[in-house]
C-alpha cells in the first residue's frame, strides 16, 4: 500500500519561510506538490521526476524549491518570501508511471492527506 504522509505545515507571518515533508513508501517515482483553498481546483506548485528535473508553477519560481531524499524516500517542499495568497492544504503526491515532472493532478495517482500552509500579512 502506497503512503503519503505530510508534515511541517503551519502558521507563518509574510516573509517567513516553512520547510514541508512528505514521508514515502515508494521511490524513484514522479512525486510532486499541490495545494488548493476551498472551492478551487487543485493546483499543482511542484514536482520532480525521476531523473530529478523539477518544474514550478510561475507563482512561486525563485521562492520555493522541490527536493527528494532517496535514502529516506522523503520529499521536501522548501518554501521562502512565503505570501498569504501561499496560504492552502498542501498535498503531496506520487505516481509509479515513467513521466516527466508534471503539474497535472491527473497524472499523480496517488495522494496524501495533506498538511495546512496560513501566511498571514
Known amino acids: 500500500q502506497v503512503q503519503l504522509v505530510e508534515s511541517g505545515g503551519g502558521s507563518v507571518q509574510a516573509g517567513g519561510s516553512l520547510r514541508l515533508s512528505c514521508a514515502a513508501s515508494?521511490?524513484?517515482?514522479?512525486m510532486g506538490w499541490f495545494r488548493q483553498t476551498p472551492g478551487k481546483e487543485r493546483e499543482g506548485v511542484a514536482a520532480?521526476?525521476?531523473?530529478?528535473?523539477?518544474s514550478y508553477a510561475d507563482s512561486v519560481k525563485g521562492r520555493f524549491t522541490i527536493s527528494k531524499d532517496k535514502a529516506t524516500k522523503t520529499l521536501y517542499l522548501q518554501m521562502n518570501s512565503l505570501k498569504p495568497e501561499d496560504t492552502a492544504m498542501y498535498y503531496c503526491?506520487?505516481?509509479?508511471?515513467?513521466?516527466?515532472?508534471?503539474?497535472?493532478?491527473?497524472?499523480?495517482?496517488?495522494w496524501g492527506q495533506g498538511t495546512q500552509v496560513t501566511v498571514s500579512s
Open positions: 503526491a506520487a505516481d509509479p508511471r515513467a513521466l516527466r515532472t508534471s503539474l497535472s493532478a491527473q497524472d499523480f495517482r496517488y
Open positions: 515508494v521511490s524513484g517515482w514522479l
Open positions: 520532480i521526476d525521476v531523473i530529478d528535473q523539477t
